[in-house]
């Protein structure tokens, strides 16, 4: 009897009341939510500069739930004040925008509508570490087995704890839909590790696929991978693991298809796009749920063999739909990206780097990205070849896998494989905790017990690499967009939004970067915003600094354009003036005003210029 059980049994009724609600994972989770809910809400809310996160993506969902509350279609996914004339179609889901606007509506039936929006924004991404806990511990107890289950669930959940206080997608303000991709992330992985391979499990685990792919399309690799290690356990138990087999299947299935039909507009069902659900993934996600689901009805006398054939000639019918109906989706979603753009705007996002751009440019915070899933996978590797949970480490080393190859070409991968390191890290920490318990003079169980601990929390990683520095800013376990800067020199300040308030309503050529808060705060149309679908607007705004005064009035009046906001810190617009410097840009910056542009006066940090009418002729 270990002395856990022995203490339990030797407590008082209240303590082993207490003792029993703590061994159970849905309270274990509340609790270690609750507590870290209101830490971060303690710490972090004071301190804020703006109820809304500091990422763009967090200020143009708010812009988007606007137009939805405020009379637009469910279906119409068009931001009609992003871009040239016609607006920008945007490829988010209106799965994120329906419970955030539920809760702006709720709190505004006692709040105005701003405070309602502020509290939206702040209890959102709190509410959804709650699942982001429950998988996380349902994971380390499935991990743990009988003998180490609930100590391995409460290492999990109080690493978890470290993990959603570390990273900002839980911060309050965080609007951006990678919270919850992250939560149904670590949900599928627990759901599918059940060693008793549960019908209901299972079911849940093709929900949560199917929402994953609905929500965003950054999931895909993960999900397919998840996908693919259900087929092969199928293939490798047979009759046994059918029915949850089945289950999975036939949920993916039917999840994907109602997701398909609430979230796309029937004028749009034929069409292929590779960022979002679209007819692309959704056959490939409804055909292979019926394929798995048809497959497990096979005869139970069908042979090991038989079934590897079966899945081997579903594979390729698989491949042949994925050639056919989405060829364009076989590479990556930015691969139509005009080459000024990747030069002059996605190599500048943090989140898109690749790894030698990381290393490159922050070599001493690579280690907080890369380094948690390496060990992770060593981890799963060794429990593997000691056979200890073989399945479930199987699986969590095919997904972290996936995570930390996504993450070697777009560091944001770094985020879904560190959250999903936490459970090999856990079960480890926990008997290496209880080889310490056992024997207290063993000085090499209790070096190692506290190295792992360290070694498990990317933020350590961070904190040793730079000195600390960057790790107390961005607490090491965040991905944030460079664009977003908020230096000396940055526009877009409160003034800056009164002095484009107070301008009659217009389209607004200004940086990229600053396009979704002017949405936000202003009634103006942006020429750009920071998304690949909307090209045309940011070429238009590039083109336009680098142009010569004489030829850029003719491109302002061409695209429509009558307010300049042109700001000299960006960085965007620094480095175009350097490129340019007989460009209207450089011409701004050394106060040559041209005669069709009329100044404004502001007391923030843009310079702000009207674009004069074209003279009668």
Not at 162 to 190: E, M, W
Not at 306 to 321: C, K, Q, S
Request: charged content about 15%; overall charge neutral; proline content about 5%.
């Amino acid at each position: 009897m270990t002395d856990t059980m022995a203490d339990e049994t030797s407590r008082p009724h209240a303590t082993s009341l207490s003792g029993r609600l703590m061994s159970r994972l849905v309270p274990s989770a509340f609790l270690y939510w609750l507590v870290t809910s209101v830490f971060m809400l303690l710490i972090l809310v004071p301190k804020a500069k703006d109820w809304i996160g500091p990422d763009n993506d967090d200020s143009m969902r708010l812009v988007e739930i606007r137009d939805w509350l405020g009379g637009q279609g469910w279906y119409d996914m068009m931001q009609y004040r992003l871009g040239l004339e016609g607006g920008t179609l945007m490829h988010w889901s209106r799965l994120i925008d329906a419970p955030v606007g539920f809760l702006i509506t709720l709190f505004s039936l006692f709040l105005p509508v701003g405070t309602a929006e502020n509290m939206a924004a702040t209890v959102w991404p709190l509410l959804l570490a709650f699942p982001a806990f429950l998988g996380l511990g349902l994971a380390g107890r499935r991990l743990g087995g009988e003998l180490a289950g609930r100590q391995t669930m409460h290492v999990a959940l109080g690493l978890g704890a470290i993990y959603v206080f570390t990273c900002s997608k839980f911060r309050p303000g965080a609007l951006d839909h990678h919270n919850a991709q992250l939560a149904l992330t670590i949900g599928i992985a627990a759901l599918l590790a059940d060693r008793g391979a549960g019908r209901i499990g299972h079911a849940a685990a093709g929900l949560a696929v199917a929402l994953a792919i609905a929500i965003g399309a950054e999931t895909m690799p993960y999900v397919a991978v998840a996908c693919l290690c259900v087929a092969i356990r199928w293939i490798w138990q047979g009759h046994k693991f059918a029915p949850a087999a089945r289950a999975f299947g036939l949920a993916l299935a039917l999840a994907i298809s109602a997701a398909f039909v609430g979230t796309i507009p029937p004028h749009l069902y034929a069409s292929v796009t590779c960022d979002n659900l679209s007819l692309g993934f959704y056959s490939l996600s409804a055909i292979g749920g019926i394929g798995l689901f048809g497959l497990t009805y096979l005869p139970a006398l069908a042979g090991f063999a038989m079934r590897i054939v079966a899945a081997l000639v579903f594979g390729a019918v698989l491949a042949v739909v994925a050639v056919v109906v989405a060829p364009q989706c076989l590479g990556s979603p930015l691969a139509n990206l005009d080459p000024l753009l990747v030069d002059l705007w996605l190599s500048a996002v943090t989140e898109a780097r690749p790894i030698t751009a990381e290393i490159r440019i922050e070599p001493d915070a690579a280690a907080g990205f890369y380094l948690v899933g390496m060990f992770a996978m060593l981890i799963c590797i060794a429990r593997i070849r000691q056979g200890r949970a073989r399945g479930a480490h199987l699986l969590f080393l095919a997904l972290i896998g996936v995570s930390w190859a996504v993450s070697l070409v777009q560091v944001r991968g770094a985020l879904f494989a560190n959250l999903l390191s936490i459970p090999p890290f856990a079960l480890l920490i926990a008997d290496l905790r209880q080889k310490v318990r056992e024997d207290q003079k063993d000085i090499k169980a209790a070096l190692a017990f506290v190295l792992t601990t360290f070694a498990s929390v990317p933020f350590f990683w961070a904190f040793i690499g730079v000195g600390g520095n960057m790790a107390i800013a961005s607490f090491g376990n965040d991905v944030a967009p460079a664009e977003n800067k908020d230096g000396a020199d940055a526009c877009g300040d409160s003034a800056d939004m009164a002095a484009l308030r107070a301008m009659a309503p217009g389209l607004v050529a200004a940086p990229s970067n600053n396009g979704a808060e002017i949405l936000r705060f202003t009634p103006q149309r942006v020429l750009t915003g920071p998304y690949h679908r909307n090209q045309a607007g940011m070429l238009a705004e590039l083109h336009l600094g680098m142009a010569s005064p004489a030829d850029a009035e003719e491109m302002l009046k061409s695209d429509g354009v009558s307010i300049v906001a042109f700001c000299k810190g960006d960085p965007q617009t620094g480095y175009l003036i350097s490129m340019k410097p007989d460009g209207l840009y450089a011409a701004l910056a050394q106060g040559k005003v041209p005669d069709y542009l009329s100044p404004v006066h502001s007391d923030g940090k843009f310079q702000l210029f009207t674009v004069n009418a074209s003279d009668p002729k």
